[in-house]
């Protein structure tokens, strides 16, 4: 690590900012965890119901694809020993399609077989749901049934998330069916006076932000209304979220892959 390496705000949801807070520790890097989306277990009764049927019918589905690690964990968790053990996710033969390798992460730990794990080359450009077709596109036949697992923003009510997005028209265009199921529901965080105050302090104080997230940049903007970020320096890890913090009003905002190494070699180098 250079002498100049800023802290590191790391803003994603608290298990993963922790986990992302303890890499950089590890590295020499200085990080803390100001976590600026809360995720948690669908709450709604015909959302958990769905859940737990998707969760009993996985074997029917070519494929199952899991937005994020949260929609990897939350899916295979509370119980999810009565439906499926080990020994079914060995017998089944559906896939698992995740759009990085922190999903992956999330998928091999629920014991689901590393062989059947799809996501984007590891050279992409980026690891979204782009990269991700680019690689698993084949093996969509006409007649399939192809499951997404994601979130809702809560407070959203609806039954199948946020509705058919990019991924799920390449796939109805390919012949096969999608179904959605919502495994967890994210919003805004309760942010204590110590975060506001770590927030206001980061916004000058040559911290670089590490956003991950759009929605963490609304909430962030939402809770400082009053802020000036014109000095404030962001890393953002796709184009549509360095665009957000750039209408957020982000002074410095650079951008790099996801993949933790990219981020340490971005953060490393300064560019």
């Not at 932000?209 to 962001?234: D, F, G, I, M």
Request: proline share 6%.
């Amino acid at each position: 690590m250079t002498a100049a390496a800023p802290q590191v705000i790391v803003t994603r949801p608290a298990r993963e900012a922790a986990h992302w807070v303890q890499q950089f520790t590890q590295r020499g890097i200085a990080a803390a965890a100001l976590p600026l989306i809360h995720v948690g277990p669908a709450a709604d009764p015909v959302l958990v119901q769905a859940l737990h049927q998707a969760r009993a019918r996985l074997g029917d589905y070519r494929a199952a694809m899991f937005v994020s690690g949260n929609a990897a964990l939350y899916f295979f968790e509370q119980n999810m020993a009565l439906a499926l053990s080990n020994q079914a996710l060995e017998a089944i033969k559906t896939r698992a399609w995740s759009p990085g390798p922190g999903t992956a992460r999330v998928l091999l730990e629920a014991g689901f077989p590393t062989e059947r794990i799809d996501g984007p080359a590891p050279d992409a450009p980026q690891f979204d749901s782009e990269a991700l077709w680019q690689q698993v596109h084949p093996q969509v036949q006409p007649g399939d049934r192809i499951l997404i697992v994601r979130g809702r923003s809560a407070g959203v009510h609806e039954s199948q998330g946020s509705g058919r997005d990019w991924l799920a028209r390449q796939i109805e265009a390919a012949g096969a069916q999608v179904d959605f199921v919502v495994a967890y529901e994210r919003g805004a965080p309760h942010l204590s006076a110590q975060d506001l105050d770590l927030a206001r302090q980061a916004a000058h104080n040559g911290s670089l932000w590490l956003l991950s997230s759009s929605e963490a940049v609304a909430h962030l903007a939402a809770a400082l209304p009053q802020q000036n970020w014109r000095t404030a320096r962001a890393l953002a890890t796709h184009p549509r979220i360095a665009q957000a913090a750039r209408d957020a009003g982000f002074g410095e905002v650079r951008e790099c892959r996801p993949a933790f190494a990219d981020v340490v070699a971005s953060i490393e180098s300064g560019a």
